[in-house]
């Protein structure tokens, strides 16, 4: 799902999880727009670690604040193999496939 919506916008995979001006970037928005899963959210983060950065990019400050307060508390709960994780996002974004 994310990669076909970065593919369809024409977007890399940086320019999905990178602020522009200050505004939410698009992983975020299909987030908030229920494309993608909180659980998805989850294992990106873990993978790439995008929310350190987001906190001091993103200028608005309740709708992120309150996703990353609630993707923090949510973390636990969410298990997944993070090696499998990391092959797949490897082939499928690096490989474009």
Do not use: C
């Amino acid at each position: 799902m994310v990669y076909n919506t970065f593919n369809d916008k024409r977007l890399s995979f940086n320019d999905g999880f990178s602020v522009f001006s200050g505004q939410h970037p698009r992983f975020l928005q299909l987030l908030l727009s229920k494309k993608i899963s909180y659980e998805t959210a989850i294992v990106f983060e873990d993978t790439i670690q995008y929310s350190k950065k987001w906190n001091k990019q993103i200028k608005e400050k309740i709708v992120w604040p309150a996703v990353a307060k609630k993707l923090a508390k949510y973390k636990n709960f969410v298990k997944y193999n993070s090696t499998a994780v990391r092959m797949i996002l490897k082939e499928v974004f690096v490989s474009g496939e």
